[in-house]
């Protein structure tokens, strides 16, 4: 894989240098003070004892000044989670919902996938925008579908100012080869067949891998079994967590990622399909009694999911996208980043049963999403 030579840098305020610069004011005017006083004292023919006598005790004075100061409270890495406008409520109404639902199969031996890269503004949270780089535009790219031993055939065009690259986890091909960077303004087609079912990550693979996934460059694609042999669903719907590092809160200007929060693992926002809570205001749905299958891919970049739905279990449970076994009734399923998991449920109680990750703090931040089983009316208490 080629490297890339250099990175776009985020420049932060760094308040410990100003800090630093006046420290180093007051110890010259400091300085000077002494010198002065030494040259008074001289002057009006105190002895020099004198002189050091007073330069020590006005040391000591600045020095026990300085200890008397409150510490250093400033946060280089301010958390901007939950942010929001007035008309947040409106805002996250008025989002057009990432499609969750599993797009339907192509026919034939081959599956053509378009990915252009690009730098594009998205909206992660209401009104919160983020300076992303995509796949086709959004955050995650598209889903893509596919039946074991078709082949998938991806071409990518970089329309960005920057070398991008793609890494399929469901590929077994070289990737020095496969997964190269592209350069601006050029093409690139590669193809591998799809030889195990299950759900996989996609993601930008152009180091520093952590900045362009943190960044939006991820998706799934989903890789069905031969036709009959997974138990009948009668709705489907793909799920990628991710987590965003802000630099800003996003509210006036796009912000752009934070490296330092990023390698902290320390994240604003997590999401389902890129955008905070956006499966409570449009909730997921399915009737009762049917079966409901979630091809669940963390995308992270560094944070594992802990799949539940809350008022029921999950009936099936592919874990690790293995589609060879499944657990049954398992109430929380791991999907580590960079991996997935099919879960199968079916509820027969009308309700609102919320998704999430168990990892508390996930679902403060934005992964949190609402099945609604049977058209019921109103929202979520908690
Ligand atoms: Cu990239």
Redesign the pocket.
């Known amino acids: 894989m080629a490297y890339q030579a250099s990175h776009p840098v985020v420049l932060r305020d760094d308040p410990r240098a100003s800090h630093d610069a006046l420290l180093g004011l007051v110890a010259v005017l400091l300085g000077l003070a002494v010198g002065v006083l030494v040259f008074v004292a001289v002057w009006m023919g105190d002895s020099a004892h004198t002189a050091q006598q007073q330069a020590t005790a006005a040391a000591n004075r600045a020095a026990a000044a300085a200890a008397a100061r409150p510490a250093d409270t400033t946060v280089e890495t301010p958390s901007f989670a939950g942010a929001a406008p007035a008309n947040a409520d409106a805002l996250a109404a008025a989002h057009k919902a990432y499609p969750a639902e599993l797009p339907a199969l192509t026919p034939g031996p081959v599956v053509s996938v378009d990915l252009a890269?690009s730098h594009d503004v998205v909206q992660i949270a209401p009104g919160i925008k983020y300076d992303a780089?995509t796949f086709n535009g959004t955050a995650p790219g598209p889903i893509v579908h596919a039946r074991l031993g078709q082949t998938v055939r991806v071409t990518l065009t970089n329309h960005?100012p920057?070398?991008?690259?793609v890494d399929f986890h469901a590929a077994r091909i070289a990737p020095n080869v496969a997964f190269r960077d592209v350069d601006p303004g050029k093409s690139f087609t590669f193809s591998f067949k799809a030889t195990a079912p299950g759900v996989f990550m996609y993601h930008?693979?152009?180091k520093p891998i952590l900045m362009?996934i943190a960044?939006g460059?991820y998706g799934a694609i989903v890789v069905d079994p031969p036709a009959g042999t997974l138990p009948p669903a009668n709705e489907q719907y793909v799920l990628v967590a991710s987590e965003w590092y802000l630099g800003s809160n996003g509210l006036k200007q796009p912000a752009a990622l934070d490296m330092t929060k990023a390698h902290e693992m320390q994240p604003d926002w997590v999401t389902w399909n890129g955008y905070a809570s956006q499966y409570v205001k449009h909730p997921l749905t399915a009737m009762p009694g049917d079966t409901v299958r979630f091809w669940v891919v963390d995308a992270g970049p560094s944070l594992n999911t802990d799949f539940h739905i809350v008022g029921t279990l999950l009936n099936r449970a592919w874990l690790n996208a293995d589609m060879s076994q499944y657990e049954r009734d398992v109430q929380t399923a791991l999907v580590p980043a960079g991996g997935g998991g099919v879960f199968d449920v079916k509820i027969d109680q009308p309700g609102l049963y919320p998704v999430v990750s168990h990892s508390f703090a996930a679902v403060d931040e934005g992964q949190v999403g609402l099945l609604n089983v049977g058209n019921v009316k109103g929202t979520m208490s908690h």
């Open positions: 890269m780089w960005a920057m070398p991008h690259s930008c693979g152009t362009h960044n460059m």
